[in-house]
């Protein structure tokens, strides 16, 4: 007993009351663009708490009203549902032709996409977004199935994700380059428009990215700018972030956008949501998720730019799962499974967006790491931010059996061989997450201490 005094008196040091929920939670079905006037709700979600939408912004051509009563659509079926929308509407080069002529343009052509779109700092393009979202929010800010809205720019190569796949220096020599000033100027005018027009919405951008590819400003890291920015604008509570490109090799220390890996702790540390979009399909090419060098071995992808398919003989069967389940565990911030030398921390996620065909839902181990991604109820949670995430590295990627709490009808992975999982001494229907790599506790869940 006299230990559990000093576990509850260190516990209650520690703990800090979580007052509300993050601006985005739960599990949403993730797809392709929609198309004007059509309703393609994601109504085959297998419980999922909603779904993304997105549509380009010439997805009805010049007609503005369209893109407003698909959305509509979208939205009132989803109600019907009982889910809710993530609305990305893409920008890029989806932007309107009635746009295109009144604004100054820029070429895109990055092999995959082609096309010409506005500078963001072009007052005819401000002037009619801000009309767009104007009439947007008058629509929708209040409508009970808006879960978040996407901040979108022209400067994102497919009109969502936050790379910008040109040259620096040949960017600035095409356009009437207003000084790299002028452009995070322009991005935060862009995200204040956003959020001004819908006050009660959160408002989330993808940040798994640099921009540019080459040149004197190449893997620019202009997101943690608008980061700052927005937090400052909207706080914590109306803010989110996420990352299109999500697994655990990809934002490590030594990964490929090891640069954005210090903005999603920061955003951790703050409150802010954080959203996972995988990097890969969990179901057909888990080796997507793969990095030998990090010990993370999920099978070999099959050489080649661009290639996502897994080498011939790899028997996707026997890694997907595995795939799914640590994935979603580093990114719920329960555990790492990449080398320590890697750089890997356990991320502070808050929503996941995903297919149901890639995450392999007749796989209990897969369902229960989404799972903990669920939309919950923080009215009543505390958490603790434990100090050494040391305990989390794990090499490992066998994974026996699974288990069954019986305290619900959860199913509940077993943890790899050498990964000390944190869900594992908390009760895992409180395992929610909140700011930092923040672990829920409850000074119920202590009650296991005490023989």
């Known amino acids: 007993m006299m230990f559990l005094s000093y576990l509850l008196l260190l516990v209650s040091s520690s703990l800090c009351a979580r007052s509300t929920a993050p601006a985005v939670a739960g599990r949403f079905e993730s797809g392709g663009p929609g198309a004007c006037g059509v309703v393609k709700s994601s109504t085959s979600s ?58 100054e343009t820029f ?45 979108t720019h022209p400067l994102m190569t497919n009109g969502a994700e936050w790379h910008f796949r040109m040259d ?48 004197s400003k190449a893997r620019w890291n202009t997101a943690e700018v608008v980061y700052e920015h927005a937090l400052a604008k909207v706080g914590a509570d109306r803010l989110g972030i996420a990352a299109w490109n999500c697994a655990e090799r990809q934002l490590s220390a030594t990964g490929g956008e090891h640069e954005m890996q210090p903005l ?25 998720f793969t990095d030998t060098t990090q010990g993370l071995d999920y099978g070999t992808i099959n050489p080649g730019v661009g290639n996502s398919d897994c080498a011939d003989g790899v028997d996707v069967s026997l890694t997907n799962y595995i795939a799914c389940n640590e994935t979603l565990h580093w990114f719920a911030g329960l555990a790492t499974h990449a080398t320590e030398a890697s750089g890997s921390v356990p991320f502070a996620g808050t929503w996941v967006e995903s297919w149901t065909a890639d995450v392999k839902w007749d796989n209990a181990v897969c369902q229960a790491a989404i799972d903990l991604l669920a939309e919950q109820d923080y009215s ?25 709490d019986s305290s619900s009808s959860t199913t509940t992975p077993s943890t790899p061989s050498g990964d000390t999982d944190v869900a594992d001494t908390v009760d895992s229907a409180s395992a929610v997450l909140g700011a930092s790599t923040y672990l829920t506790v409850t000074i119920a869940s202590l009650s296991a201490f005490i023989v």
């Not at 503005?64 to 809710?84: C, F, K, N, P, Y």
């Not at 893409?90 to 032709?97: A, T, Y």
């Not at 204040?192 to 989330?204: E, F, G, K, Q, R």
């Open 107 to 151: 070429a895109l052509s990055d092999g995959r996409f082609d096309g010409d779109s506005c500078l963001p700092w072009d007052t005819k393009y401000q002037q009619r977004i801000a009309s767009f979202y104007s009439s947007f929010g008058e629509r929708f800010d209040n409508h009970s199935a808006l879960a978040a809205v996407y901040f």
């Open 380 to 404: 009543n949670v505390t958490n603790l931010n434990p100090a050494d995430t040391s305990h989390t590295n794990d090499t490992s990627t066998s994974l026996s059996s699974t288990t069954t």
């Open 264 to 288: 999603f702790l920061q955003a951790g540390e703050d409150g802010v949501s954080i959203g996972c979009q995988t990097i890969g399909n969990f179901q057909e090419t888990p080796c997507r």
């Open 46 to 103: 297998q419980g999922k708490d909603g779904f993304l939408y997105r549509l380009g912004l010439n997805g009805c051509g010049n007609d503005m009203d369209g893109v407003l009563d698909t959305i509509q659509g979208e939205l009132d079926a989803a109600e019907v549902a009982g889910q809710r929308v993530l609305v990305a509407l893409l920008q890029g080069i989806n932007l309107p032709e009635a746009w295109l002529d009144e604004c």
């Open 168 to 215: 620096y220096d040949d960017f600035v020599a095409e356009v009437d380059y207003p000084g790299d000033d002028g452009v995070l100027t322009a991005l935060n005018t862009l995200f204040d428009l956003h959020a001004d027009s819908l006050p009660n919405t959160p408002i989330v951008f993808e940040a798994g990215h640099t921009a540019f590819i080459s040149g």
